[in-house]
C-alpha cells in the first residue's frame, strides 16, 4: 500500500527532489488540508519564499514557489495515484492563490476544469 501512496515516479523522481534540495526546496509532503472534506492529497515540494525556483517549466507553478510531485486520491476501493486532477477534487482557496483559476505567473496546469 505504501508504493500506491507515495509520490509518483512518473511525475517525480529522485533526481529532481536531489536538484530541488541543492536549491534549497523542502522534501516531499503531502498538503491534506482537504482530506477531511475529499479523498485526495497532494505532494509537493515548496521553495524558500525568498528563493523561487527560476523555472517555470512543469512540475514548477506558483511562480516558482511549489513543485508538483502528484496527487493521491481513494476511490472508494483503492488509492490512485493521478498526476492532474478536475477542480473539483482540488477546490480554490483564497489562502493559496496557486490553487485558484490561472492568474499571471500561479497557473497550477495539473488543476484541469
Known amino acids: 500500500m505504501t508504493e ?9 523522481n529522485k533526481a529532481m ?14 498538503l491534506d488540508e482537504n482530506l477531511h472534506k475529499l479523498p485526495i492529497f497532494r505532494w509537493v515540494v515548496e521553495f524558500d519564499p525568498e528563493n ?8 514548477i507553478f506558483d511562480n516558482g514557489h511549489f513543485a508538483h510531485a502528484g496527487f493521491v486520491v481513494w476511490t472508494g ?3 490512485e495515484r493521478r498526476t492532474t486532477v478536475p477542480r473539483s477534487l482540488w477546490p480554490c482557496r483564497v ?13 497550477d496546469q495539473f488543476v484541469i476544469d
Open 95 to 107: 489562502a493559496r492563490p496557486f490553487e485558484c483559476p490561472p492568474q499571471a505567473g500561479h497557473e
Open 77 to 79: 476501493e483503492h488509492f
Open 4 to 12: 500506491s501512496i507515495a509520490p509518483d515516479p512518473a511525475v517525480f
Open 17 to 30: 527532489l536531489e536538484h530541488y534540495a541543492s536549491l534549497g526546496a523542502s522534501g516531499v509532503f503531502a
Open 52 to 59: 523561487p525556483s527560476a523555472s517555470t517549466a512543469p512540475p
